[in-house]
């Protein structure tokens, strides 16, 4: 079946630091991608929707500066979270649609993302 | 942001037992309706889709959909202690973005 591979699995990195995180859809090209962040114990939050060729758009109260969506091909959209601090330590999930009907969201294996 | 709503648990249930699983959603925009499960650490893995009313069942499980009421629910037949984990419920909005529930954690007892 259709993957996104996401990478890194995990990071640590110092506070005011930045970090970039790969989405690749293997198989298939995804025109759409979605960045979800999850706090322990939360849900999944939508970030962002990122879009090929074009910029991203971000949800309410999530701030685009920080976290640098690009989108540059059909198989590629990375999220840059920068000058990082330790409250930005999140799992982060990239998803993207596959193709057509409900069964075509797959998401990647996420991101955990530790700053000290 | 539009609002799925879960019980968080955690729900506690004997092996072989009916685990029932509840989420409402407070937005008639939502046509179709999702349940993920997750394991901790990992990421959701689709289980089932609803988006007409009424029944759909998949091996042991069970999605129900009321839009009238807005109230979608998962109900797990047989459970085993491998069903153990985080269930959440989405909503697809706009047709191509989730919002998901607060999820709520399940434990199967042997």
């Known amino acids: 079946g259709a993957v996104v591979s996401q990478h890194p699995s995990r990071v640590i990195c110092k506070s005011g630091t930045s970090v970039k995180i790969e989405c690749r859809s293997l198989?298939?090209?995804?025109?759409?991608m979605f960045w979800y962040r999850q706090f322990p114990k939360k849900s999944l939050m939508l970030m962002a929707t990122?879009?090929?060729?074009?910029?991203?758009?971000?949800e309410q109260g999530v701030e685009k500066d920080k976290f640098l969506i690009n989108h540059a091909s059909l198989t590629l959209s990375t999220l840059t979270v920068t000058s990082a601090h330790p409250e930005d330590s999140s799992f982060y999930i990239c998803?993207?649609?596959?193709?057509?009907?409900?069964?075509?969201?797959?998401f990647g294996s996420g991101t955990r993302l530790t700053v000290v | 942001q539009k609002e799925v709503e879960q019980n968080s648990g955690p729900l506690s249930v004997p092996e072989g037992a009916i685990a029932s699983l509840n989420c409402t959603y407070s937005?008639?925009?939502?046509?179709?309706f999702f349940w993920y499960r997750q394991y901790s650490g990992k990421s959701p893995e689709l289980i089932m889709s609803?988006?007409?009313?009424g029944d759909k069942e998949d091996g042991r499980f069970t999605a129900q959909l009321n839009k009238a009421s807005q109230y979608v629910s998962l109900l797990i037949r047989d459970s085993q202690p491998s069903d153990s984990a985080t269930y959440l419920c989405?909503?697809?909005?706009?047709?191509?973005?989730?919002?998901f529930g607060s999820g709520t954690k399940l434990n199967v007892k042997p």
């Open positions: 998803s993207a649609r596959v193709g057509g009907g409900d069964y075509g969201y797959t």
């Open positions: 198989d298939f090209q995804a025109t759409t």
């Open positions: 990122s879009n090929e060729g074009s910029k991203a758009t971000y």
């Open positions: 937005d008639r925009v939502s046509q179709s």
């Open positions: 609803i988006y007409s009313n």
């Open positions: 989405a909503a697809l909005y706009n047709f191509n973005k989730f919002y």
